[in-house]
């Protein structure tokens, strides 16, 4: 297992258009995260699944963002409608139970819209 | 609310002397503390922990003292190496929920 596996790296999309975003986390972790970054910022906390559950959101999170973890392996992030606000580097983490809050995080997606 | 404050944007620091790198925090519900360090093109990694109950951890080449009354968090490198050229973020926690804080992040260059 090579870690927390993003894709696309990159994307370009214009306003308006539908993007999903793909991630693999470490297999054995039970615990996946979504975070957004900006430019000049920290990574800023969207949402969490513990196996397939998702148990928190973020208010960042809004009706046109959508995450799932449908079989509790592999999280998809869909931005519907997107808007140039939402340029960003979209971050996935990973980590099991027994790790506390330290996770491993994927090299991320970065979203261009244009 | 910025509840995380990283007020050094940036350091430099001579290889083989000490670096510090200072966090602020205003939530006094946050109970675990964290560093991580990004290096470009790469996802952050993690590098080290403190809880809420201790004032100092160690590891290694890298120390990060808690002043809870303070509501201060640093991380000590000691000593410097050029490898530890990269942004380092705090991060925070607040127990029961898995939501992680981070701070705008402080870039360490380390001058060989």
């Known amino acids: 297992d090579t870690g927390v596996s993003q894709n696309p790296r990159h994307k370009i999309t214009k306003r308006g258009q539908n993007v999903t975003f793909r991630c693999d986390p470490i297999?054995?972790?039970?615990?996946l995260y979504w975070y957004r970054q900006t430019l000049g910022q920290g990574p800023e906390f969207l949402t969490y699944?513990?196996?397939?559950?998702?148990?928190?959101k973020s208010r960042l999170l809004s009706d046109r963002f959508s995450a799932e973890r449908p079989k509790g392996s592999f999280s998809t992030l869909e931005i519907q409608r997107t808007e140039q606000g939402d340029s960003a580097m979209y971050l996935c983490?990973?980590?099991?139970?027994?790790?506390?809050?330290?996770?491993?995080f994927g090299q991320g997606t970065r979203l261009t819209v244009v | 609310d910025q509840q995380v404050k990283q007020n050094s944007p940036s350091l430099s620091v001579q290889e083989g002397r000490i670096s510090i790198l200072n966090c602020d925090y205003t939530?006094?519900?946050?109970?675990?503390f964290l560093w991580y360090k990004k290096y470009p093109a790469e996802g952050p990694t993690f590098l080290i922990s403190i809880s809420s109950i201790k004032d100092k951890n160690e590891d290694g080449r890298f120390t990060v003292f808690l002043n809870k009354s303070a509501k201060h968090l640093s991380l000590h490198i000691v000593p410097s190496q050029p490898g530890d050229s990269a942004v380092y973020f705090c991060a925070f926690n607040s127990g029961g929920y898995q939501k992680v804080t981070f701070g705008t992040g402080t870039k360490l260059q380390v001058i060989p």
């Open positions: 297999s054995e972790h039970n615990r």
């Open positions: 699944f513990q196996n397939e559950a998702q148990l928190e």
């Open positions: 939530n006094s519900m946050f109970d675990y």
């Open positions: 983490a990973s980590s099991s139970s027994g790790q506390g809050y330290e996770a491993f």
